[in-house]
């Protein structure tokens, strides 16, 4: 799958809450985890706080994707490619976003071979994605307008039709509105306004 970068698209998912699931396969226990992280930093620190849950684990294997140019995995002492490549794999198919999957291991005696820990990770990363609730993130663009009276109406009715939000307004000698239009329609937006005003109005992007 070839991910889109928030910044290109509306829409796209993220968790909208916290799902664990727990598999065993041959006398070893995986627990995976998936959460919402806002970004690398936030990520890497819910990250420490499951080495410190899991302090006891064999393995803390993870995989996380902010978005198109931020993610990062680790097999955390397992053979090279066997669990967080795997995990990112399961995370990428399914185009979610701003997403941390842990798949914590703990050993039970019996090795699993190459093949046998991708699918272990992959089935545990999968099943935890089975559960997980997911909500629809809009991508906004806000701006500052400052307009007359008289284009009130003009510039109502642009927010409108590019499917924007009305966000606060001041009334004095002339208007000042905080509106927000999808990202993709941001350039259109701008456009429209300035030649139905005749570049009578200011726009300040937020």
Excluded: W
């Amino acid at each position: 799958m070839t991910l889109q970068d928030p910044a290109s698209v509306d829409e796209y998912l993220v968790p909208a809450a916290q799902a664990t699931v727990e598999i065993k396969i041959k006398s070893s226990r995986f627990i995976a985890t998936l959460s919402y992280v806002y970004g690398k930093d936030e990520a890497e620190a819910m990250l420490e706080s499951f080495r410190k849950k899991y302090y006891n684990a064999t393995h803390n294997c993870f995989a996380y994707r902010i978005d198109a140019n931020t993610f990062r995995y680790s097999d955390d002492g397992e053979p090279s490619g066997t669990a967080g490549k795997p995990i990112m794999q399961v995370l990428d198919s399914s185009g979610i976003l701003h997403i941390l999957c842990v798949v914590t291991r703990y050993y039970g005696g019996t090795k699993l071979g190459t093949g046998g820990l991708i699918r272990a990770y992959s089935e545990a990363a999968e099943q935890a994605l089975a559960r997980l609730e997911t909500k629809t993130v809009v991508r906004m663009q806000g701006f500052t307008l400052h307009f007359t009276y008289e284009q009130e109406n003009l510039v109502r009715k642009a927010v409108s039709d590019f499917s924007g939000r009305l966000l606060d307004s001041a009334y004095s000698d002339s208007i000042q509105m905080e509106v927000a239009v999808p990202q993709s329609r941001q350039n259109a937006f701008r456009a429209y306004l300035i030649e139905r005003t005749n570049s009578q109005i200011t726009i300040h992007q937020k």
